[in-house]
């Protein structure tokens, strides 16, 4: 199952002061609006996204339909058929995406450590 590409999902408490941190890392942003507290940026095979007031903690990414580049594969695996294997399989699912609609949607689960596991399909 093709998950997409991933990243880590950082909860920030001022999102300017951490994009100054990140681009003194090298990081630059690819995709996002400053302005809506949610930026993407990536240094090399690395993407993070920063995330001002969105999620209670950090956690990991993986979006259907982009490639890590930022590119937009012709043929993925839409978040709903991912999120019908996993139940499949029998995971939880603590969020789900309605399976009656077509073009982006969610579904998070959580690992056996408490990590959250978002699958964000942007198309």
Same mark, same amino acid.
């Given at each position: 199952m093709d998950l997409g590409a991933f990243s880590v999902s950082l909860?920030?408490?001022?999102?300017?002061?951490?994009?100054?941190?990140?681009?003194?890392?090298?990081?630059k942003q690819i995709h996002g609006d400053q302005s809506q507290n949610w930026l993407i940026l990536q240094n090399g095979a690395s993407t993070i996204g920063l995330f001002q007031g969105m999620f209670e903690r950090n956690c990991l990414t993986f979006n259907p339909g982009w490639a890590n580049h930022g590119d937009h594969p012709d043929g993925f695996t839409d978040v709903r058929e991912i999120q019908k294997r996993l139940k499949t399989a029998g995971l939880t699912l603590? =969020? @789900?995406?309605?399976? #009656? =609609? @077509?073009?982006?949607? #969610?579904?998070?689960?959580?690992?056996?450590?408490?990590?959250?596991?978002?699958?964000?399909?942007?198309?």
């Open positions: 909860t920030v408490k001022d999102i300017a002061a951490s994009l100054a941190f990140y681009e003194e890392l090298g990081f603590t =969020t @789900e995406a309605d399976e #009656s =609609t @077509e073009g982006p949607a #969610s579904c998070t689960l959580v690992d056996p450590d408490g990590n959250p596991v978002l699958i964000d399909q942007h198309r």
